[in-house]
């Protein structure tokens, strides 16, 4: 049986104490040579702080940041990304957003989908991006 690697396992009902949740989930699970990333938005992974509440690029900043550490600890790096998806809450918001991932993953060419819903999971997000990545030689 294929055992995959599951990065920083958290339980919904501690992370979402106001909702009643209670599932088992992880920021990023790597099986095999393939990393699938947890969708990230303004939020510190150590603390769980919210950070640039009403600011979507200070969001789509601290998102990145995120996917680069979850990478890391997946043991690559931002150039194994293949492909992101992005979704925002106002399509005003894709200038903003796509500077700053494109400033992160500048010379990586991943394949992107944009994807503007109606709201995330809490109110002050404004953008989560997700990502998936081939780690090789």
Known sequence: ???HKRIRMFNTAD??????????LCQAVVAGDTVYLRGQIGQDLDSSGNVGVGDVEAQAEQAMKNIKLLMEEAGGG???IVKVTVYLVDP???E??????GKWLRGV???STGIVVSALARPEWLVEID??????S
Do not use: F, S
């Open 109 to 111: 060419h991943p394949v």
């Open 15 to 24: 992370t979402y104490p106001e909702q009643r949740l209670d599932n088992d």
């Open 96 to 101: 903003p957003v796509y500077r700053v991932m």
């Open 131 to 136: 990502a998936t990545a081939v780690l090789g």
């Open 78 to 80: 931002l150039e194994h």
């Open 92 to 94: 005003r918001y894709r």
């Open 1 to 3: 049986m294929t055992t």
